[in-house]
């Protein structure tokens, strides 16, 4: 796991490393601008020029320092400064004045030689402090450096790209589009969420001399970016001496008639992530179409009696007898009494729950049924069902993902799943897991149903919330990204994630 700081926690960190472990604030930037300097110079063509644009807060200092060291290693400079001198902080100001005696003179926008391929821009204009969007020569600057990129040059980013709002991920307009971004002591929020990440280019995480502790930790409000050892190290090793009922059985109340491959997926994915045994409660009807999917899975029959109601209460809850996890959701039949059946039945088991698909759709209607619930319960929405959850309009939640889903964890006493490049897990806690897995090939239909078996399978198993929910979403993403490696992503299907699984166990078992 990666700690993940907003800007807030990062000004807080520089600060105690200042006061409580000294490290000021001058050498914090000397040491951000030397690392800095080094992956610019890595990247440069030989004989190729540097470009350096500075702004008028501490991110422009970093640049300042940039310009001063590369110049001293040798390598051609030209330095920029947007914005007025007098302004500038005073570690800029004194970064300003060690420029003197290698005779840099900031020039403007305007007199600058565009680069070529082989030059190096170094974008320092905004980094962790831009709060509001750029304009005048600040903007002028910003698509400067975007068409010099589109000129050919390289560009690396001081801490953030220029533009990017560094705790929400979301680009104010004009934005620079990075190669590189060099981030200083910890990873911003802004850098590991959409459409951020991919502003950033290739992101590295240096130290420059703050140490851990000067971070204070948050309870309830940390956000981690997970790794494939964390997953990896979540899935235990299969003992010699176990069988079947070791890796628990999963029931996946899903599947209506049209909707059979939606149980079928589910409970596939959910026996390829290793459940010992995965039962399927759907309508009588379509049993033997789900089973005709997969042989392996069990069908328990719901009487034939249109959408889901109060009387399918005691089938369901006779078919949750004994079992380790349930998924209820993908393609059931929903009606006026979903919800209330979901409330009782959530009232009476007390083995994890997932909600997927029209699960959530049904207990959006009445939040309270998560209150009530006897166990964990997990909730996979994709934007649009987490739209309908929280009374929000789609585009308003995404640009906040993460408070949308930590309010909501927390409101509702639950671990929320939400769906997307990114996919956040929002524990009741308030702590939030970033996934880094998946790509755009996997937005196909029936991966949610995937994911919901593989996340009912993990639970069956033992794992705990929200170890479980987070290591299930990375599985599936790196499924998906294994799959879309060998077939491409235009064509991806979810039938191909379930196969991918089986790569992803390859690949950790070795
Ligand atoms: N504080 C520290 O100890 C360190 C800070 N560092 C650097 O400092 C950066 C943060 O510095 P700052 O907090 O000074 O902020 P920035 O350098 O990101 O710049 C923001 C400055 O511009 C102003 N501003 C914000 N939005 C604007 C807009 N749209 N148009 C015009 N002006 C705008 C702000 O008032 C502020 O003065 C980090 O990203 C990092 O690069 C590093 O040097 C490491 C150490
Ligand atoms: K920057």
Redesign the pocket.
């Known amino acids: 796991m990666r700690r993940v700081l907003t800007?807030d926690r990062?000004?807080a960190a520089?600060?105690a490393?200042?006061d409580h472990f000294g490290m000021?604030?001058p050498l914090?930037?000397e040491?951000?601008?030397r690392e800095l300097a080094e992956v610019a110079r890595a990247l440069g063509a030989p004989g190729g020029r540097f470009l350096v644009v500075c702004?008028?807060?501490?991110?422009?200092?970093?640049g300042l320092?940039v310009a001063r060291l590369l110049h001293a290693w040798g390598r051609r400079v030209t330095l920029v400064l947007v914005?007025p001198r007098d302004?500038l902080?005073p570690?800029?100001q004194r970064n300003l004045l060690a420029l003197g005696p290698s005779g840099l003179e900031p020039q403007s926008l305007g007199e600058v030689e565009e680069p070529r391929v082989g030059d190096v821009v170094v974008d320092?204009?905004?980094?962790?402090?831009?709060?509001?969007?750029?304009?005048?020569e600040?903007?002028k600057a910003i698509e400067y450096v975007r068409r010099w990129r589109a000129a050919g040059a390289k560009v690396v980013a001081?801490?953030?790209p220029?533009g990017l709002h560094?705790d929400t991920g979301v680009p104010?307009d004009p934005c620079v589009e990075a190669d590189a971004t060099v981030t200083?002591?910890f990873l911003?929020q802004g850098q590991v969420l959409e459409p951020g990440a991919t502003l950033c280019g290739e992101v590295r995480c240096v130290d420059?001399g703050?140490p851990a502790e000067a971070v204070v930790a948050h309870a309830g409000a940390e956000v981690f970016l997970v790794e494939e050892a964390d997953a990896r190290g979540a899935i235990a090793p299969r003992r010699s001496d176990t069988h079947k009922g070791t890796y628990g059985h999963v029931l996946v109340v899903a599947g209506s008639l049209g909707k059979s491959g939606a149980a079928a997926l589910s409970a596939l994915s959910a026996l390829r992530a290793g459940a010992g045994l995965v039962t399927v409660a759907t309508r009588a009807q379509v049993v033997e179409s789900v089973l005709g999917h997969a042989p392996e899975v069990m069908g328990w029959p719901l009487e034939d009696r249109g959408p889901l109601g109060r009387a399918d209460l005691e089938s369901l809850l006779a078919a949750a007898d004994q079992k380790d996890a349930l998924v209820v959701g993908p393609g059931i039949p929903r009606g006026e009494e979903t919800t209330a059946l979901l409330g009782e039945l959530l009232e009476r088991v007390e083995v994890p729950v997932v909600l997927d698909a029209d699960a959530l759709n049904a207990v959006s209607t009445d939040l309270g049924v998560l209150r009530r619930a006897k166990g964990p319960v997990v909730l996979t929405p994709h934007p649009g069902e987490m739209s309908r959850l929280s009374g929000l309009p789609t585009k308003q939640l995404q640009k906040e993902r993460v408070k949308v889903a930590r309010d909501f964890a927390r409101t509702h006493g639950v671990t929320l799943v939400l769906k997307g490049a990114r996919t956040l897990i929002a524990h009741a806690d308030g702590t939030v897991y970033v996934n880094p897995t998946g790509n755009p090939g996997m937005a196909t239909g029936g991966t949610g149903d995937v994911l919901s078996g593989v996340l009912g399978a993990l639970l069956a198993q033992g794992l705990k919330l929200p170890e479980a929910a987070w290591t299930a979403v990375y599985a599936h993403g790196l499924a998906g990204d294994l799959a879309a490696g060998r077939r491409g992503r235009l064509g991806l299907i979810a039938s191909d994630v379930v196969k991918g699984l089986c790569s992803v166990w390859t690949r950790w078992e070795r």
């Open positions: 800007a990062m000004r520089d600060r490393a200042g000021p604030s914090l930037m040491n951000a601008g702004g008028p807060g501490n991110n422009g200092g970093d320092v914005g302004k902080t570690d800029s320092a204009i905004f980094g962790t402090g831009l709060t509001r969007p750029p304009s005048g600040f903007a001081a801490d953030v220029s560094s104010f200083f002591g911003k420059i703050i």
